[in-house]
């Protein structure tokens, strides 16, 4: 494994040949035409190219670090099933929306799309074999799993560790930082915020703590969402991608970057 396969250019520039292409073009215009016309709600995030985008990089960085095409992949708590969808389009064979609810909307999409979905019964507890899972993803997830009063990050990274194989990895993306530039903005206005954030030592010691290894981490996405997308609007996403996790990577700005990225491996008992 490279040293930090998260900054490796190759992988960026096959997510921005993926992003262009006519497969995941179509999809995600099926995915729109879907939202739109039964007005789903918590769709931005598919709706918005750059976020699109940064999901084509996420899901190539996957590609690129899991064991093969038939590497066993669990994209935990996937709403819509749109990582899911992704991967199978980029020839991922055994990947697997995992949820708790079963909701129409959601219906509406697994009919549309045939989304492999598994399910699961209680927000501490996997529903799934011990030793059974190659790669887990956590796609803007863990931060919302004390929301409900519930659930536990630290129990639920510890079951995570468990239905993982032996050196199997978990990939964390979309995770807020404490001072990210949309949560103070939002804060200061009075709007919706994540109510929990992450400082990079919360993450380190959350993992360690449930038995992974980090191998890489990475902090993303300066500009706040909302200008991002009416940028998008009139520039190319993918140079407008490049040039604002450069700046998300310069002093000042770096402190204000938005989301945390960690790559972890479960470390043998």
């Known amino acids: 494994m490279p040293l930090n396969p998260i900054s490796n250019p190759d992988i960026f520039i096959e997510a921005s040949q993926w992003y262009r292409s006519e497969t995941l073009t179509a999809l995600r215009k099926a995915y729109i035409e879907l939202i739109r016309d039964h007005q789903i709600p ?32 669990i994209d935990w ?47 501490n507890r996997l529903n799934l074999d011990s030793q059974s899972a190659d790669i887990f993803l956590s796609s803007g997830v863990l931060e919302h799993v004390r929301e409900d009063g519930q659930g536990d990050e630290a129990v639920i990274l510890n079951e995570i560790r468990r239905v993982l194989k032996e050196h199997g990895l978990l990939f964390i993306w979309n995770l807020p930082a404490k001072l990210g530039s949309s949560e103070l903005l939002a804060i200061a206005a009075g ?13 380190v010691r959350l993992l360690e703590n449930a038995g992974f290894e980090i191998l890489c ?50 470390r043998p008992a």
């Open 42 to 73: 918590y769709a931005d995030n598919i709706l918005k190219t750059n976020d699109w985008l940064n999901y084509c990089y996420y899901c190539c960085l996957v590609k690129a670090l899991a064991s093969g095409p038939e590497a066993l992949i």
């Open 77 to 123: 708590g996937g709403l819509y099933g749109h990582i899911t969808m992704i991967l199978q389009n980029m020839g991922m064979q055994k990947v697997f929306n995992y949820l708790l609810h079963h909701s129409s909307h959601y219906a509406l999409f697994q009919e549309r799309f045939g989304i492999p979905t598994l399910w699961g019964r209680e927000p």
């Open 191 to 203: 709007k919706w915020h994540h109510q929990y954030r992450y400082w990079k030592r919360d993450m």
């Open 217 to 266: 981490w990475d902090k993303q996405k300066f500009l706040p969402g909302a200008v991002m997308h009416k940028l998008a609007d009139n520039l190319d996403p993918v140079r407008l991608l490049k040039w604002d996790n450069t700046l998300s990577h310069w002093f000042p700005f770096n402190l204000l970057a938005r989301d945390f990225i960690f790559i972890a491996r479960k």
